[in-house]
């Protein structure tokens, strides 16, 4: 559940930067 959640948050992070 953890390793989801960093992964998400990275994903989330990435999107974030390209939605930018």
Do not use: F, N, W
Not at 5 to 16: A, F, L, N, P
């Amino acid at each position: 559940m953890k390793k989801t959640q960093e992964i998400s948050k990275g994903k989330r992070k990435e999107d974030s930067l390209t939605a930018s």
